[in-house]
């Protein structure tokens, strides 16, 4: 499966933004896919992940504030941002979940192109 992440831009604190993570190659039906995010000089995080059948599991930073859905008749998974804040500049990846912790980074793969999303305060 080839991911492609869309939807960034530049707002102001506060303001909100809709990424897109498009899919291709298969359906994405039954898979788990995550977001995670890079600021500059910083390691890539954990942001969100969907897991097909069980939920949504958010990292404490975005909890309340960003949501995930799916369009499976789409194949993209959305994450919908709001209350943005300047500490959330980053470049945001999505990626599908393979094996072991949904929060880690080593446990994805098939990374689509990141989208920058800055955040001016």
């Known amino acids: 499966v080839q991911l492609q992440a869309s939807g960034g831009g530049l707002v102001q604190a506060g303001d909100s933004l809709r990424l897109s993570c498009a899919a291709s190659?298969?359906?994405?039906?039954?898979?788990?896919l995550g977001w995670f995010r890079q600021a500059p000089g910083k390691e890539r995080e954990f942001v969100a992940s969907?897991?097909?059948?069980?939920?949504?599991y958010y990292a404490d930073s975005v909890k309340g504030r960003f949501t995930l859905s799916r369009d499976s008749g789409k194949n993209t998974l959305y994450l919908q941002m709001n209350s943005l804040k300047p500490e959330d500049t980053a470049v945001y990846s999505c990626?599908?979940?393979?094996?072991?912790?949904?929060?880690?980074?080593?446990?994805?793969?098939?990374w689509g192109q990141g989208t920058q999303v800055t955040v001016s305060s």
């Open positions: 990626a599908v979940w393979k094996a072991g912790s949904y929060y880690s980074t080593g446990s994805y793969a098939s």
């Open positions: 190659g298969r359906p994405f039906i039954r898979t788990t």
């Open positions: 969907s897991h097909w059948s069980a939920g949504s």
